[in-house]
């Protein structure tokens, strides 16, 4: 089973290579992702709100940090989150995104007031589109973003 554990600031830099801050957990081989993506999840963990504030965790499987997800609210109403996620690259295929996403949403379910949850996949990215489908989000569109290029919009209606 796998367990969110929300990160704090201090965990990016045991990401990163440094001294842990969470004795218990360990990190895959290879660790979790690359120096630039832990860079943009720590901005965007910062941008809402930073430490004890709900959006941002680390997916735990049996003590290993497989990955990292998190939601933010980017409808001006504040019904609707848009999750995002990540598996570290030796711990991909293995069911622990499908698990997140369906944590992520539990939560959005207990969230009250929200109305659907959201997610951007890149066009070629198959398996995490497979995630969001076994999950129940359907497709919603498609457009181009200059940083990701070709991208497939998902929802979920929560209602």
Same mark, same amino acid.
Request: with cysteine; proline share 5%; glycine share 16%.
């Given at each position: ?33 690359t120096p630039e993506t832990l860079a943009i999840v720590r901005a965007i963990h910062a ?16 003590g290993e940090v497989v990955g990292l997800c998190g939601y933010v609210r980017p409808s001006g109403d504040g #019904? ?6 990540? @598996? &570290?690259? !030796? %711990?991909?295929?293995? *069911?622990? #995104? ?6 992520? @949403? &539990?939560? !959005? %379910?207990?969230?009250? *007031? ?46």
């Amino acid at each position: 089973m796998i367990a969110l554990v929300e990160i704090r600031d201090a965990d990016f830099s045991w990401l990163l290579g440094g001294a842990t801050t969470r004795p218990g957990l360990n990190l895959p081989p290879g660790g979790v992702d690359t120096p630039e993506t832990l860079a943009i999840v720590r901005a965007i963990h910062a941008a809402l709100g930073g430490d004890g504030q709900p959006g941002s965790w680390m997916m735990v499987q049996d003590g290993e940090v497989v990955g990292l997800c998190g939601y933010v609210r980017p409808s001006g109403d504040g #019904a609707t989150v848009e999750i995002g996620y990540g @598996v &570290a690259a !030796a %711990r991909r295929r293995l *069911g622990h #995104a499908g698990r997140a996403v369906a944590a992520m @949403v &539990a939560m !959005a %379910r207990n969230d009250g *007031g929200l109305r659907a949850v959201t997610a951007v996949t890149a066009e070629h990215n198959l398996p995490s589109q497979g995630v969001l489908i076994l999950n129940g989000f359907v497709e919603t569109g498609r457009e181009h973003r200059d940083e990701d290029g070709p991208v497939i919009l998902w929802r979920l209606n929560l209602d």
